[in-house]
């Protein structure tokens, strides 16, 4: 049963997690909602879409939405990306603006925090990596942040530790208005499985080939049906790229690289769907998708909803 949030001061609300490619974000989301929703690689822009993640507490709701780190479009699917980014601003209760501790104030954050300057939502300052600082650089980060904004709150975290997380969803959930329970409580993400899936895939697929592919990759789902009379999940889907000669790196010498990315986005797609999965993989060549809107509304980037 839903809390209607009017009787026992339940909060609920939406926060958008903001900053620049490669800063965290989505390892923080998936730390925070306690299994993989959001993919992560050391590649920027790794995000397309917003991701929700929902966080139920006894006492609240967070929805958090991971966005495309906010970067200078290069192509149409840049664009989306932006658009994706800079509109969640408008919509939710409470902005974390997250910076790298390890990188300096640069163009990127000036970027941001220009965005900032038209919006009323609170925002707070979320120092991630601090694991991979000395202490006594923190405090000269935190002062250089105060003097350009207001921030609400600075909270230093590092997500892939975990140190911090816990006292940030505190203060969190102290700016949070009374509001409804907006999704069951064992819901933790609003995307159906067949996008987490393809996610999934995308993620194994940029981790292996590391520099060798850029980000002109995206996979689609093409089948799922569990086997008549089988405890097992077929799962059938296509790995799209640009060129050629990428199609050659995915696919790999006598089909090896191909065959890893499966094995190891199959044991992922298992623990998400809670069953064994048969997974096949197709590589097709789209020579410059991510520049064509057809293609691009296929592929699931549909700008209309944003």
């Known amino acids: 049963m839903q809390n209607n ?7 609920s609300g939406f ?38 993640g929902v966080l139920s507490l006894p006492d609240a709701q967070m929805i958090f939405i991971d966005t495309p780190g906010i970067h200078k479009p290069k192509h149409k699917l840049g664009d989306f990306m932006m658009k994706v980014a800079q509109n969640t601003l408008k919509e939710v209760d409470l902005i974390l603006f997250m910076v790298n501790a390890e ?3 640069g163009r990127g954050e000036e970027f941001i925090l220009e965005k900032f300057q038209t919006v009323n939502t609170p925002i707070f300052l979320v120092i991630n990596k601090i694991d991979q600082i000395h202490p006594d650089k923190l405090l000269p980060i935190i002062e250089s942040y ?11 975290i590092s997500a892939l530790e975990g140190n911090n997380v816990e006292r940030l969803l505190e203060q969190i959930k102290s700016f949070l208005p009374e509001g409804p329970q907006y999704y069951p409580a064992d819901q933790v993400t609003d995307h159906p499985e067949r996008f987490i899936i393809t996610e999934l895939i995308r993620e194994k697929a940029l981790h292996l080939t590391r520099e060798e592919i850029p980000h002109s990759l995206a996979v689609v789902l ?19 790229v640009e060129r050629d000669s990428q199609k050659g790196i995915i696919i790999g010498k006598q089909g090896s690289m191909l065959k890893e990315i499966g094995k190891r986005a199959r044991g992922d797609i298992e623990n998400l769907l809670g069953s064994k999965v048969f997974l096949e ?24 909803e944003y």
């Not at 949030?5 to 909060?11: H, L, Q």
């Not at 965290?24 to 790794?46: C, E, H, W, Y």
């Not at 799922?224 to 296509?238: L, N, P």
């Open 5 to 11: 949030g009017d009787e026992n001061g339940y909060k």
């Open 15 to 52: 926060i958008s997690i903001i900053g620049r490619p490669n800063v965290g974000k989505s390892t923080f989301l998936n730390r925070v909602i306690g299994q993989k929703i959001a993919i992560m690689s050391d590649k920027p822009q790794t995000t397309r879409n917003k991701i929700q």
């Open 103 to 105: 990188e300096g104030f």
């Open 146 to 156: 105060k003097e350009k904004y207001a921030f609400k709150e600075i909270v230093p």
């Open 222 to 240: 093409d089948k799922m049906e569990r086997r008549e009379g089988k405890d097992i999940i077929h799962v059938m889907a296509t790995v799209i």
């Open 281 to 304: 993989l197709w590589v097709k060549v789209q020579k410059d998708w991510r520049n064509k809107m057809s293609q691009l509304r296929d592929y699931g980037f549909n700008e209309d």
